[in-house]
């Protein structure tokens, strides 16, 4: 079983290898979203969109880090129970 701080850094190499790979993203408010809710949400986005769901003080150190320029300005909407839907097709 991996430890805390290797899962802390394949999230940060899984968040960074989004961020590079895709074109658009969509932050998501996910209050009241229950798991069976977000396993459906997940199936219908499959081969079109990826869902990532963490910790918002590690996506904000990846924004800061390496992606100030493109995405800084999400960093104050990091807040509460959220999400990161990355795609290259519409929103």
């Given at each position: 079983?991996?430890?805390?701080?290797?899962?802390?850094v394949e999230y940060?190499?899984?968040?960074?290898?989004?961020?590079?790979?895709?074109?658009?993203?969509?932050?998501?408010?996910?209050?009241?979203v229950g798991s069976?809710?977000?396993?459906?949400?997940?199936?219908?986005?499959?081969?079109?969109?990826?869902?990532?769901?963490?910790?918002?003080?590690?996506?904000?150190?990846?924004?800061?880090?390496?992606?100030?320029?493109?995405?800084?300005?999400?960093?104050?909407?990091?807040?509460?129970?959220?999400?990161?839907?990355?795609?290259?097709?519409?929103?």
């Amino acid at each position: 079983m991996a430890s805390r701080k290797e899962k802390k850094v394949e999230y940060v190499k899984r968040l960074t290898a989004l961020l590079e790979s895709y074109d658009k993203l969509m932050l998501v408010g996910a209050d009241f979203v229950g798991s069976n809710h977000m396993q459906q949400i997940r199936q219908k986005i499959r081969g079109k969109a990826e869902l990532l769901m963490g910790k918002n003080t590690m996506v904000r150190r990846v924004i800061r880090t390496n992606f100030l320029e493109k995405f800084g300005e999400l960093l104050p909407r990091l807040e509460g129970n959220v999400g990161l839907v990355f795609t290259n097709g519409s929103l």
